[in-house]
């Protein structure tokens, strides 16, 4: 069983900045793209932004020249640091793996356990 483990969320001023990381752990073939959604009470889930095995990334417009992703694929680990936040990027942060090929031959989405990410005005 693939688990996604994650880390770095915390408390920050607006302005301020925090790194989250996502590792893979167990036994796996591959993963497509890795990324990380973000969820507030009362809303959906939305993507924050995505990264492929080729390092092609797509960011949701919110976040745009604020946040970076990155991804060191001999870790199957994923990070997403983040700059200038604002208040309003106050959420329970998801680290996915899309597209998750087992040693079973199955092959389906992983998410992790989310880490708070809490901007203070």
């Known amino acids: 069983q693939v688990q996604l483990v994650e880390s770095g969320g915390g408390l920050v001023q607006a302005g301020g900045s925090l790194r989250l990381s996502c590792a893979a752990s167990?036994?796996?073939?591959?993963?497509?793209?890795m990324g990380w959604y973000r969820q507030t009470p009362g809303k959906q889930r939305e993507l924050v932004a995505t990264?492929?095995?080729?390092?092609?990334?797509n960011y949701a417009d919110s976040v745009k020249g604020r946040f970076t992703i990155s991804r060191d694929n001999a870790k199957n680990t994923v990070y997403l640091q983040m700059n200038s936040l604002k208040p309003e990027d106050t959420a329970v942060y998801y680290c996915?793996?899309?597209?998750?090929?087992?040693?079973?031959?199955?092959?389906?989405?992983?998410w992790g356990q989310g880490t708070q990410v809490t901007v203070s005005s």
């Open positions: 990264i492929t095995s080729g390092g092609t990334t």
């Open positions: 996915n793996a899309d597209d998750l090929l087992s040693v079973a031959g199955v092959i389906y989405d992983a």
């Open positions: 167990g036994s796996f073939f591959s993963i497509t793209a």
